[in-house]
């Protein structure tokens, strides 16, 4: 949703933003879908996947293919409808995104690609849907785009290169699957902690220092006057100083890794790509992080939930 916001302030209908956020939960739940389809084997020897419904049987493989083939579909016709002088461009990218969105997920461990470039893929998946719809909806100015793509782009790199390894670390190792963390030499330490060589630190770092770039040409083209766009500014570069402060602690061993993905820095980073998109389109871009904020909520609470019945179910066999 923030794609068109930013590249047509205050020129998209109410209509044409829900449609983009339902596409866009539909690519999340596809993508989630996906996943779990790839990884049902591998899941059977985590006990904390215990009480996924195709791990459980609740849902069977045929079920699961099903719904993935019908939130694909339901995705493409939203797409399709977006904007009708566009609909065959737009179509023709959206099959493009969803088909490397299925590749990603299918085949994220499995060796066939450097994993470098498979979280590099991923952060592109969820990164380029921004500049997309910008350009499905016909845009006054879709390059506004690139800066927030760049920079969610960064952030899912992240979030899969280093959350997302590092909390199933050890189980990656023992089904052999083959992850970024894996395959620079990261290891989580009896205590909890991380052993991180210079390499992986390196990757991290880097990547994470880079966020502020595409954030700062967000700002500096967003119609504010000169003080505000300093004070944006201002704050994406302190938002990111906590960012790398957090995420150092952690490849320097100085704190445990998240066992469930929730990382501060990702939260840091996340505010400041919302500070800078809010100049476009203050009630918009508020509404639009209400609602991400709501939905990330929401799968979190869900999954709270299951862990529970998990740990309710054990407890019953031990008895």
């Known amino acids: 949703m923030l794609g068109p916001i930013i590249a047509n302030p205050g020129k998209n209908s109410a209509a044409s933003l829900l449609k983009l956020a339902g596409i866009g939960a539909l690519s999340h739940t596809y993508a989630c879908t996906v996943n779990d389809i790839a990884d049902c084997e591998e899941d059977r020897l985590d006990p904390r996947r215990a009480v996924s419904p195709l791990v459980s049987g609740d849902i069977s493989l045929t079920a699961a293919r099903i719904s993935a ?9 939203l797409t399709a409808s977006l904007h009708r002088e566009s609909r065959i461009r737009s179509s023709l990218c959206a099959a493009v995104l969803f088909g490397s969105i299925t590749y990603s997920n299918a085949r994220q461990k499995s060796g066939d690609m ?15 849907p921004a500049a997309l719809a910008a350009l499905s909806m016909q845009a ?11 920079s969610f782009g960064l952030q899912m790199f992240l979030l899969n290169a280093v959350a997302g390894n590092l909390k199933d670390l050890e189980h990656d190792r023992s089904v052999k699957a083959f ?22 630190r390196w990757l991290a770092i ?19 006057r000169r003080p505000a766009k300093a004070a944006i500014i201002t704050a994406v570069m302190l938002l990111m100083c906590c960012s790398n402060s957090s995420l150092y602690q952690l490849l320097s061993g100085h704190r445990q890794v998240s066992t469930r993905g929730r990382e501060r820095y990702l939260v840091f980073n ?17 509404t639009t992080a ?11 609470q869900t999954a709270a939930i299951l862990e529970q019945v998990e740990h309710r179910l054990v ?5």
Request: proline letters at 9%; hydrophobic letters at 45%; charged letters at 10%.
């Open 140 to 150: 006054a100015q879709p390059k506004r785009c690139l800066g927030l793509s760049s």
């Open 179 to 200: 992850t970024t963390a894996l395959n620079m030499g990261a290891r989580i330490r009896p205590d909890g902690t991380l052993d991180a060589p210079k390499g992986y």
């Open 206 to 224: 880097v990547t994470n220092s880079a966020e502020p770039l595409p954030l700062i040409h967000l700002t500096l083209n967003a119609p504010a």
């Open 114 to 128: 450097p994993p470098q470039f498979m979280d590099a893929l991923f952060g592109a998946n969820l990164g380029s």
């Open 69 to 77: 083939a019908l939130q694909l579909l339901t995705a493409l016709a």
């Open 315 to 319: 407890g019953q066999d031990d008895s």
């Open 270 to 286: 996340y505010i400041g790509l919302i500070a800078s998109c809010l100049p476009y389109s203050p009630a918009a871009v508020a």
């Open 290 to 300: 209400t609602a991400t904020i709501g939905w990330v909520a929401l799968c979190q």
